[in-house]
């Protein structure tokens, strides 16, 4: 058996062991993201874009689409997917998706790859968060190749019940020969017109900000 179905059962087999929860306590949510970043330097450009929106039903997540770019449209990423809320309790949580992606373009090698995303939340004090985001990446063509991704690992402390403070890390090996370190230091406002995060990272050029916008919206 191949590693990516052993991973696709373990998921089918968790999904059907974990104990469901009613719909009252799990309302149909719509979540929206939106993310930019921009390099601190002269010329100070567009390093990247990102736009989502995933539906959740329950324990279910589907549908989940969205675009990437690197800024400017010549090379973007669109993805498709779906997956689970495996683990939800008070302190703990583990959602596991996966995704489709395709490379589209001016500057596009037409790469294909599936994403294996979990995200896992801790609580881990009445005041510190921590939450990881790292996946591999998974070729489904020649023009891709395999990598491991940490879109991000970070401890935040709640200074505020409207503020959060920290710090974490994000890097991986898929497009380039070497491993790549964007450590970043985070700010997070809570509102009731969604979470506006930023970032000051990093990068090989320097140095960028990163927006991260994140709005779940239940159905009413």
Not at 81 to 100: K, N, P
Not at 145 to 168: P, Q
Request: charged share 20%; glycine share 6%.
């Amino acid at each position: 058996m191949r590693p990516i179905h052993r991973v696709l059962l373990f998921t089918l087999l968790a999904s059907l062991t974990w104990p469901a929860q009613s719909p009252a306590q799990r309302p149909i949510s719509d979540i929206y993201i939106l993310r930019s970043a921009e390099q601190l330097q002269s010329p100070h450009i567009v390093t990247y874009r990102v736009l989502e929106w995933t539906e959740t039903r329950g324990r279910w997540i589907f549908p989940d689409v969205g675009y990437y770019d690197s800024g400017y449209g010549k090379d973007q990423i669109w993805f498709t997917g779906a997956g689970l809320d495996l683990v939800h309790t008070r302190r703990f949580d583990w959602s596991q998706e996966i995704y489709f992606s395709q490379e589209a373009g001016p500057q596009s090698t037409n790469k294909r790859a599936l994403w294996l995303w979990p995200v896992v939340d801790a609580q881990l004090t009445t005041r510190l968060h921590a939450q990881i985001a790292a996946y591999p990446v998974l070729p489904l063509d020649a023009a891709e190749s395999f990598g491991v991704e940490v879109d991000r690992a970070k401890l935040e402390w709640a200074f505020h019940s409207n503020w959060l403070a920290g710090a974490g890390y994000s890097g991986g090996k898929c497009d380039t020969p070497s491993w790549q370190n964007n450590p970043f230091l985070t700010v997070t406002r809570k509102t009731h017109a969604g979470n506006f995060e930023l970032w000051l990272q990093r990068i090989d050029s320097g140095a960028q900000a990163q927006v991260r916008y994140l709005l779940v919206k239940d159905r009413e």
